[in-house]
């Protein structure tokens, strides 16, 4: 092996440990993965006088950078008329601060399976690492892994982010590497467990509809794969077979609440009324919203609704009428403007590229976190935020690379 495959290779087992570096391992491997993986970019640079790759897209690097200043303007500029400056400051800036994962993937991103192999194997960590914290809280009533997953819903949200990676790893690997490929299939199991584990309906549902919506579309990978996904589906059957009585156990507990169907029927009627709360702050406030991480102390003191029975929530279990409430027009049709770009964008890219699962894949998360946000928020969790901006930049470089290849 050469020194110039050599400084590839260690820059992209810096993308594997930066990005594990976010999971909140300890001891946390990032600054190793900071230190390899641009080390590896640097090297090359000077000593082969071969620019960074990204320098080959430069032109659509630019235009990275205008939707970027486009999402930090529609956080920003609200956060000046909100009822707490200081507090949704604070909170815009650290939302803009949660795109460093989007940058370095951007900059150390190659066109290599070396570099692919490096994100698969990041994610299907950390699915491994979510389907272990859910074995320690079924066996032994632990709740920890990398931090503490808190609820059922951010345990699915985050075993979401994973997931379709871990799907797409095995379709790319399998060819060629199939030990790497069944790791691909272990770990999609192992998510589709974790998700089912959570009774997460919101997850659930998401997942169902991105599914269904990708293999409507003629152009997917997918479609080239139906008999791969008839396996998949057999084998998770058989999974949930041999676990069904965990898995039932977990769902009779969250639903009846104790065996009592009323409770999770008014909690899930309290959901209708905090969205209605919501929508009447957007109301009283339609251009710049209350401002961000304002939302309990308006909802408290003037907006809470009769017979509501969580007081003391910080969003509106929906990511439309949480950025509405939070940020009004204003920062809402910026913030939307980006993320329903990226979607456009890769499914104008798929529809062109089809040799390329990895943007496939972008898109499913996209679609299942948008889904899934629907009856719930994780844009407050610096995790789910981190992971989804991170594959943004992933999708968007590999979209253009493909580009300049034709």
């Not at 909100?82 to 991103?109: E, G, H, M, T």
């Not at 089912?196 to 293999?215: E, N, Q």
Request: net charge positive; glycine share 8%.
């Amino acid at each position: 092996m050469d020194r110039l495959e050599l400084s590839y290779k260690i820059q992209n087992i810096g993308v594997f440990l930066l990005i594990v570096g976010y999971f909140g391992f300890h001891p946390n491997p990032f600054g190793i993965g900071i230190i390899l993986g641009f080390g590896g970019l640097i090297y090359r640079w000077v000593k082969f006088k071969k620019l960074p790759d990204i320098w080959k897209i430069k032109d659509s690097f630019r235009t990275f950078f205008v939707i970027f200043l486009v999402f930090c303007v529609s956080f920003l500029l609200p956060a000046f008329f909100s009822l707490d400056k200081n507090l949704s400051l604070s909170a815009a800036v650290s939302q803009i601060n949660r795109w460093r994962p989007c940058f370095f993937a951007l900059i150390l991103y190659n066109n290599r399976k070396e570099f692919f192999l490096s994100v698969f194997s990041a994610f299907a960590l950390g699915e491994i690492s979510l389907a272990y914290g859910c074995w320690q809280d079924v066996g032994r009533g632990a709740k920890r892994f990398f931090g503490e997953y808190g609820s059922p819903n951010i345990l699915a949200a985050m075993a979401n982010i994973f997931l379709p990676w871990c799907v797409g790893g095995s379709f790319y690997f399998i060819k060629n590497n199939r030990i790497i490929g069944l790791l691909g299939i272990g770990t999609s199991l192992m998510g589709f467990a974790v998700v089912l584990y959570s009774a997460s309906r919101g997850a659930i549902l998401a997942i169902v509809l991105t599914l269904l919506f990708l293999i409507s579309i003629k152009h997917s990978n997918i479609c080239k794969n139906k008999r791969t996904i008839i396996l998949v589906g057999i084998i998770c059957l058989f999974v949930i077979g041999v676990f069904s009585k965990v898995l039932s156990d977990r769902y009779v507990n969250i639903i009846s609440k104790d065996n009592k169907p009323e409770v999770i029927a008014a909690a899930d009627f309290g959901r209708v009324r905090v969205w209605k709360s919501a929508f009447l702050m957007f109301k009283d406030y339609p251009l710049t919203g209350v401002g961000l991480n304002n939302f309990n102390t308006p909802y408290r003191e003037k907006y809470l609704q009769p017979g509501s029975t969580e007081p003391f929530l910080t969003h509106a279990h929906n990511i439309f009428l949480q950025n509405l409430a939070e940020m009004g027009l204003l920062g809402s049709l910026g913030f939307w403007g980006v993320l329903f770009f990226q979607i456009y964008y890769l499914l104008r890219k798929t529809k062109k590229f089809t040799v390329s699962p990895w943007l496939i894949c972008g898109l499913a998360v996209f679609l299942i976190g948008i889904l899934h946000n629907m009856v719930d928020y994780f844009f407050a969790t610096a995790f789910f935020e981190r992971m989804l901006w991170l594959q943004w930049g992933i999708c968007y470089a590999q979209g253009e690379f493909l580009e300049q290849g034709t």
